[in-house]
């Protein structure tokens, strides 16, 4: 048996770390279920807003996790909207949930 080439073990690894977002039918409309490393990593990135934490590198990092989705019928700006709040903890998060 042979070892996967770096290209097959990069695209398995991909899909692998993105396998927790699952399209679902919610409805009759289709929606995305997010969980697995997905979530791990936004929630081990977040952003709390004290402790001297710089919101710039938050962004950062939070496009370095979601960049790489495509999801079908979902614009990039959408999902991002969507996926941001998520990535926030403590007084952050409290703020833009209460944003008109």
Do not use: C
Not at 18 to 24: H, M
Not at 91 to 99: C, F, H, L, T, Y
């Amino acid at each position: 048996m042979t070892e996967p080439t770096l290209e097959e073990y990069v695209n398995k690894t991909r899909g692998d770390y993105y396998s927790g977002i699952t399209k679902i039918m919610i409805n009759g409309k289709a929606a995305y279920e997010l969980k697995g490393k997905f979530l791990d990593d936004l929630w081990n990135n977040a952003f709390s807003g004290t402790n001297g934490e710089v919101a710039v590198k938050h962004i950062e990092i939070f496009h370095k996790i979601v960049h790489p989705l495509n999801l079908p019928n979902v614009s990039y700006e959408r999902l991002r909207l969507a996926v941001f709040p998520i990535s926030l903890t403590g007084e952050a998060r409290e703020w833009i949930i209460n944003q008109p």
